[in-house]
């Protein structure tokens, strides 16, 4: 009896402890940006798609991490693209500017997640989208964060082989 009273004392301080240990604000944000697709057209025409990049993203962080689920969309109407990713990031180090309280945060990270790709070649089709990430996060309000990137993601379609894109976003924590 007294063991497992032992037992469960020390199973709940130790939940606390990792609840502690694991808290985290959540997020929910929107980025634009510019990507580059290198692509293949149906008759083996090498070609670089440009276009802006828009999409939505909601996540969790706290002073060591990021975990973040993000839609983005591109294309016009001769070639669309449709992401889904999940991003992982790790902020290298954080800087407090005394003067604003404004918080400094560079990341690098990975994802992985899924494309859609299509043309007016008729081309439809989907796979694995994968790669990696740099940036640097601000936090200047309690509720609001700033965030610019570099990602860099490889595909395993036939018709697209990788995606570069600039995204600059903007996060509100709840």
Same mark, same amino acid.
């Given at each position: 009896? +007294?063991?497992?009273? %032992? +037992?469960?004392?020390? &199973?709940?301080?130790? %939940?606390?402890?990792? =609840?502690?240990?694991?808290?985290?604000?959540? !997020?929910?944000?929107?980025?634009?940006?510019?990507?580059?697709?290198?692509?293949?057209?149906?008759?083996?025409?090498?070609?670089?798609?440009?276009?802006? =990049?828009?999409? !939505?993203?909601?996540?969790?962080?706290?002073? =060591?991490?990021?975990?973040?689920?993000?839609?983005?969309?591109?294309?016009?109407?001769?070639?669309?693209?449709?992401?889904?990713? %999940?991003?992982?990031?790790?902020?290298?180090?954080?800087?407090?500017?005394?003067?604003?309280?404004?918080? !400094?945060?560079?990341? &690098?990270?990975?994802?992985?997640?899924? %494309?859609? *790709?299509?043309?007016?070649?008729?081309?439809?089709?989907?796979? &694995?989208? *994968?790669?990696?990430?740099?940036?640097?996060?601000?936090?200047?309000?309690? =509720?609001?964060?700033?965030?610019?990137?570099?990602?860099?993601?490889?595909?395993? &379609?036939?018709?697209?082989?990788?995606?570069?894109?600039?995204? !600059?976003?903007?996060?509100?924590?709840?």
């Amino acid at each position: 009896m +007294l063991k497992r009273i %032992l +037992l469960s004392s020390l &199973l709940i301080v130790t %939940l606390s402890d990792a =609840e502690d240990s694991f808290s985290s604000e959540r !997020f929910i944000g929107i980025e634009v940006g510019y990507s580059s697709a290198d692509t293949t057209s149906a008759i083996d025409k090498k070609s670089i798609s440009k276009d802006i =990049e828009y999409g !939505f993203h909601i996540g969790a962080q706290n002073k =060591e991490w990021r975990t973040t689920v993000s839609l983005s969309l591109y294309g016009d109407k001769k070639k669309e693209y449709k992401r889904t990713m %999940l991003e992982f990031d790790r902020f290298v180090w954080a800087s407090l500017y005394k003067k604003d309280h404004i918080v !400094f945060k560079p990341y &690098l990270g990975g994802h992985i997640g899924y %494309l859609n *790709y299509t043309d007016e070649g008729g081309i439809d089709e989907s796979g &694995l989208l *994968y790669g990696a990430q740099a940036g640097l996060a601000w936090n200047v309000l309690d =509720e609001v964060d700033f965030d610019v990137s570099y990602r860099y993601s490889i595909s395993d &379609l036939s018709y697209v082989d990788d995606i570069g894109s600039f995204v !600059f976003g903007a996060n509100y924590i709840y």
